[in-house]
């Protein structure tokens, strides 16, 4: 009998991807305004202390995703660094608004320096957990039912981004912080250690990884044709020739798009001012429609690829991504200003990026085998980091030298170039035929 998606397993698995897309958009939103505000930090050394994450994350992504996929233990492979990097983050980032505000009673250069090793712990142990977390999925779901899992677990990151931006602006609204000298962070920090802990709790007693792994490795037995890797003469399982070109391929795809997508995302907002003439408040309104528009898209986006496949499904957010952006240049060349109308055009982004995203991660784990899906989660990670840690230093140099309207050509090359190398790809797409309209929700277990 065919298998089917255990959704709300999977949502359960997803947990942990909640409280970790929860974290990083505090992180994201909350640290740099602490280095300038109350430290005083200028912008190129918080730039620094900012970038460190990604450049952390090249080595920390891959090294824990090939540990865990080593390590044995009776709560599994991946739980156990789930469970230690969670706890040591919350009780790490916990310290980080206390000596925030001791810094603003009292300033000391110990403080400081307290502040950033401490910052540096946690993103260790952020670090530690995240290809765990994520290689978590596809241990326990056939290769097949992937692209849809994976929509699922990106949902799961959506709505713990949400809840933290609704969370922020009902505690530090403009109205309760507007007259304040010093705006202490403890409490919205204690509110996502909190969720935190909640995700931790739920995923811990309500995913039970060995029984799910074991499952899994029984499915995969009575599924050979699923399996890309081949014995040598010794019995060693190696990926042929032609499934490592084509890794490398989508490696390579993996840090075009990336770099594209990410300059925009970085720049957008100085963009927007620099050429919309916009305030800040309406240049995030136009990334958090195009956010919308991937929140929209993500379950479709799993159910179009196993109609067409995940290959012609990225190709199809590729061509639409880069003809948004030279859309959007067209428009700032023709008009100048922003319209409404635009809005169009960011949920179309949205759209285009969960097409990509949702199936790209799969297409990487399909191609290994079941003993390695966390180095292979780690490798993703090192080339979609590598892209954000670079375009953001590259982007910037051209805007400063070409001009800002540069932004939207470069981010549409780049993002075009990964049309051509995931032509390249013959792997690792999906093996199995979607069904047609309600039909396809007979293969999800609800």
């Known amino acids: ?103 603003f009673a009292g300033p000391a250069a110990w403080k400081l320096t307290a502040f950033v090793v401490i910052l540096a712990l946690l993103l260790i142990s952020m670090g530690s957990y995240r290809s765990p977390a994520v290689a978590l999925m596809p241990d326990v779901t056939p290769k097949p039912l992937r692209s849809r899992a994976n929509a699922l677990i990106n949902l799961m990151g959506a709505i713990g981004g949400i809840l933290y931006l609704i969370i922020a602006s009902v505690l530090y609204s403009q109205a309760r912080t507007a007259h304040l000298t010093h705006v202490s962070y403890l409490l919205l920090f204690a509110v996502v250690a909190g969720i935190m802990i909640l995700a931790l709790i739920i995923l811990m007693k309500t995913v039970d990884e060995p029984k799910l792994f074991a499952e899994q490795q029984e499915y995969e037995r009575m599924h050979p044709e699923d399996e890309l890797a081949k014995a040598d003469a010794d019995g060693t399982l190696r990926l042929p020739k032609e499934v490592k070109r084509s890794l490398g391929f989508l490696l390579a795809s993996i840090a075009l798009w990336f770099i594209g997508y990410n300059a925009v995302e970085t720049w957008f907002t100085t963009y927007a001012n620099r050429v919309w003439g916009m305030a800040l408040g309406s240049a995030s309104l136009c990334l958090t429609i195009a956010t919308g528009g991937a929140i929209l898209t993500y ?15 990225i190709m199809t957010g590729v061509i639409l991504l880069a003809s948004c952006f ?121």
């Open 326 to 446: 030279g859309a959007m240049f067209i428009w700032s060349l023709a008009r100048g200003g922003f319209h409404p109308a635009l809005y169009v055009l960011f949920v179309l982004v949205g759209a285009a990026w969960a097409l990509i995203n949702v199936n790209s991660l799969p297409m990487v784990v399909e191609m290994c085998r079941g003993s390695d899906v966390g180095k292979f989660t780690g490798y993703y990670y090192t080339f979609s980091m590598a892209a954000q840690t670079v375009t953001p230093i590259v982007a910037g140099a051209l805007l400063n030298r070409a001009g800002y309207m540069t932004l939207f050509p470069y981010a549409a090359l780049f993002v075009l170039f990964s049309f051509f190398t995931m032509r390249r790809v013959m792997h690792g797409d999906s093996r199995k035929t979607g069904k047609k309209g309600l039909e396809a929700f007979e293969d999800m277990d609800l």
């Open 1 to 103: 009998m065919e298998k089917k998606l255990d959704v709300w397993t999977t949502l359960r698995i997803g947990m942990a991807f909640l409280s970790i897309c929860a974290f990083w958009q505090m992180y994201n939103n909350v640290i740099p305004l602490i280095l300038t505000n109350t430290f005083h930090l200028n912008e190129t050394w918080s730039g620094v202390i900012m970038a460190a994450d990604n450049v952390l994350a090249l080595f920390l992504l891959p090294l824990f995703g090939g540990i865990s996929d080593r390590f044995s233990s009776k709560l599994g492979r991946r739980r156990p660094f789930i469970l230690v990097g969670t706890i040591a983050a919350v009780v790490l980032m916990m310290l980080l608004p206390l000596l925030d505000d001791s810094y």
């Open 299 to 313: 379950l479709p986006a799993g159910f179009f690829a196993e109609k067409i496949g995940r290959k012609k499904t």
